[in-house]
């Protein structure tokens, strides 16, 4: 199995609600990351999860929060969003947190802040 | 900043014809990968080139690297129309603790029937 796993696949908010995305994988990888990719840009870094621990975190503003519970899923809860954090956000694995491992992709969630 | 310039920003051919990309960066890396993106989905993994190879083959792509120039290129031949996506280099850098990767601006392929 090499998916990665990803609901819900679209999530509409408003500014003070309180949201969760989930990620899955079952391919035994040890590091789980969260993108966030603006229409017609690259994918940007959020978080790096490595062995179940938070190893990078860039600069996200708080009304994002990782979590980790295990080595196969990753949760981003989403708290008092503004409308610019819509955007596509993709949740991706590899073997372990060296970048010499491809990693693979979620299909996203497309999230709308209103 | 040593994310990655990739260009053209878009290229449309006709199937059947190669399509190559081009991709440069800034600072030194320990590799290059190469990934694809279908409108709105996630991100597919085509190939990983290491700083110390100078090209790599898988099936119809053709991947070369360039460290003395930072740049990389990705040649797709006998495109086909199932080739249509967006396609993004991206780079570590040899200085970072490994995990980060750094997309470039990607170049949007359209390969007509």
């Known amino acids: 199995d090499t998916e990665v796993t990803q609901t819900p696949k679209h999530l509409v908010m408003g500014m003070t609600n309180k949201k969760s995305l989930k990620c899955e994988q079952h391919?035994?990888?040890?590091?789980m990351y969260w993108y966030k990719q603006k229409a017609k840009k690259p994918p940007e870094l959020m978080f790096v999860?490595?062995?179940?621990?938070?190893?990078i975190n860039e600069s996200v503003p708080s009304r994002f929060s990782p979590e980790c519970p295990n080595s196969s899923l990753l949760n981003l809860h989403l708290h008092a969003l503004q409308p610019e954090d819509s955007a596509l956000y993709l949740c991706?694995?590899?073997?372990?947190?060296?970048?010499?491992?491809?990693?693979?992709f979620g299909p996203g969630t497309r999230l709308t802040v209103t | 900043s040593q994310q990655g310039e990739e260009d053209p920003q878009a290229l449309s051919i006709q199937e059947g014809e190669n399509a190559t990309m081009n991709c440069s960066y800034k600072?030194?890396?320990?590799?290059l990968q190469w990934y694809r993106q279908n409108s709105g989905r996630g991100l597919v993994h085509l190939i990983l080139?290491?700083?110390?190879?100078r090209e790599k083959h898988s099936g119809r792509l053709r991947v070369t690297l360039d460290t003395s120039k930072k740049s990389s290129s990705l040649l797709i031949t006998a495109s086909r129309a199932a080739d249509t996506a967006s396609y993004f280099c991206?780079?570590?850098?040899?200085?970072?603790?490994?995990?980060?990767?750094?997309f470039g601006e990607g170049t949007q392929l359209t390969v007509n029937p």
């Open positions: 991706a694995s590899s073997r372990t947190g060296h970048s010499s491992y491809e990693q693979y």
């Open positions: 391919m035994g990888h040890r590091a």
């Open positions: 999860y490595s062995y179940e621990k938070l190893s």
């Open positions: 600072t030194s890396i320990n590799n």
């Open positions: 080139i290491r700083s110390n190879e």
């Open positions: 991206a780079t570590d850098a040899e200085e970072t603790s490994g995990s980060r990767l750094t």
